[in-house]
């Protein structure tokens, strides 16, 4: 069971380049009975792994860039450790609610930026301009990222999320990159944030359960490299929006779940 989830929250993220935690919390909250805390803890690790997939299926094909995402990983790896233990003080219930608002958020974005019918997901080299897409380095500054960077950590360490519905537009606004490289940008830093993420929980929770991240994490890689292979062969409409459907049924019996 844990190994097709994992292989559903890498194929999310593999797909998207985002949506991969939204989709792990709530299904560890409902299958695993896991506190909030420990779900966005151990579902940070799970999306560091299949981040690190992605981001090595992309490795030399230009739409990595790594400035940004070097200022935006250095900026959110501070905010994730103070988001962490803002999220200590949240009662759980609060937690669960605030969690399903940002599902919500995220879910209407897959919804409404899901390719038209008819139309492919593409390959992440598909249509880049010469330069590979990933915009002018003269043409952005560092602070408005390093803000960026920032905002993404604190949604990182308060709810478990990789950041990836909000790191894609803020790069695209930002440095004017084209979609596959801030994707593939988003991917890097999200493997930056998750990461950090992970090993600040690890710090205060002695009882990891080893296997169920094992697990998770097994079937996060195989659902990245799945997602990102087939891509380009996919009709990506009615697939990013059950997704979307999905994580918000989730989040929502999450809540209700603490609720009751």
Excluded at 167 to 189: D, E, K, N, Y
Aim: glycine share 16%; hydrophobic share 55%.
């Amino acid at each position: 069971m844990w190994l097709l989830t994992g292989v559903l929250i890498g194929a999310v993220l593999g797909l998207t380049g985002a949506g991969g935690s939204v989709f792990a919390v709530p299904m560890l909250v409902l299958g695993a009975g896991l506190a909030m805390q420990d779900a966005t803890g151990i579902a940070l690790g799970v999306v560091a792994s299949s981040a690190a997939v992605g981001v090595l299926l992309r490795a030399g094909s230009g739409v990595l860039a790594l400035r940004p995402a070097l200022l935006l990983t250095l900026s959110g790896s501070i905010t994730v450790v103070v988001g962490q233990q803002l999220a200590l003080v949240i009662p759980e219930l609060w937690l669960s609610l605030l969690f399903l608002v940002l599902a919500l958020v995220i879910a209407l974005r897959m919804w409404r930026q899901a390719p038209d019918q008819g139309s492919e997901v593409r390959h992440p080299r598909a249509n880049l301009p010469p330069n590979g897409g990933a915009g002018d380095s003269n043409g952005w500054e560092w602070p408005p990222l390093v803000i960026a960077g920032g905002v993404a950590g604190m949604l990182a360490g308060i709810f478990g999320v990789g950041g990836g519905f909000f790191i894609v537009p803020m790069l695209v606004f930002l440095t004017r990159m084209a979609m596959p490289v801030a994707v593939g940008t988003s991917l890097l830093v999200i493997l930056g944030l998750s990461l950090t993420g992970f090993m600040s929980y690890l710090l205060r929770a002695p009882q990891l359960n080893g296997l169920l991240l094992t697990w998770l994490a097994a079937g996060g890689a195989m659902g990245m490299w799945l997602g990102s292979r087939t891509a380009a062969h996919l009709n990506g409409q009615g697939l990013q929006r059950a997704f979307a459907v999905t994580i918000g049924v989730l989040s929502l019996l999450s809540l209700l779940k603490n609720a009751l």
